[in-house]
């Protein structure tokens, strides 16, 4: 009984182990496609205000720019340099939390090959117990089958 009921709960564990890989693997590819969606939405407004800055620049070189015009354009080189960092960061953040996950779902691969490996041995533990009780049972049998033909001897 006590190893059914191990052999369950090891079951169940395995199960629940799987599921939870399942549900690691999803996240993880859902949270690599959400950083890859932002990076691109920051490289088209790094576009986009590559070719506004462009095209002041190509404007003002037939005029000399005046103060806020220059200081928009340092503006907007800010701003893309500051989106070229956070686009970095956020990449390193997504590569950091990636390896994290791979690690977590290696360490559940083990776990489960543990699992496995013990439900194996337990198995095996089982079926000899079985044998055993089924060996005694023979024996027993046999003793009683020749113990009441002695008793028929006796009484012939």
């Known amino acids: 009984r006590s190893i ?17 890989r399942e549900e690691v693997s999803a996240w993880a590819v859902a949270e690599k496609a959400a ?19 462009q095209r002041a620049a190509q404007g003002s070189t037939n005029q000399p720019a005046s103060r806020k015009e220059r200081a928009e354009i340092e503006a907007l080189k800010a701003t893309i340099e500051k989106m070229k960092i956070d686009e970095a960061s956020a990449r390193k953040k997504a ?13 559940q691969q083990l776990r ?8 194996t041995f337990l198995e095996r533990q089982r079926v000899e117990v079985w044998a055993q ?7 027993q049998e046999h ?5 009441s033909q002695l008793k028929q001897q006796e009484q012939h």
């Open 95 to 107: 590569r950091a939390n990636e390896q994290r996950l791979k690690n977590q779902v290696r360490e």
């Open 143 to 147: 003793q009683e089958k020749a113990q």
């Open 112 to 119: 489960v090959s543990e699992l496995e490996e013990q439900v």
């Open 4 to 20: 059914k009921r191990l052999k369950a709960q090891q079951d169940k564990l395995l199960t629940e182990i799987r599921q939870k």
């Open 133 to 139: 009780l089924k060996q005694q049972q023979d024996d």
């Open 35 to 53: 950083v890859e969606r932002w990076c691109a939405q920051q490289r088209a407004a790094i576009s986009k205000e590559r070719r506004a800055a």
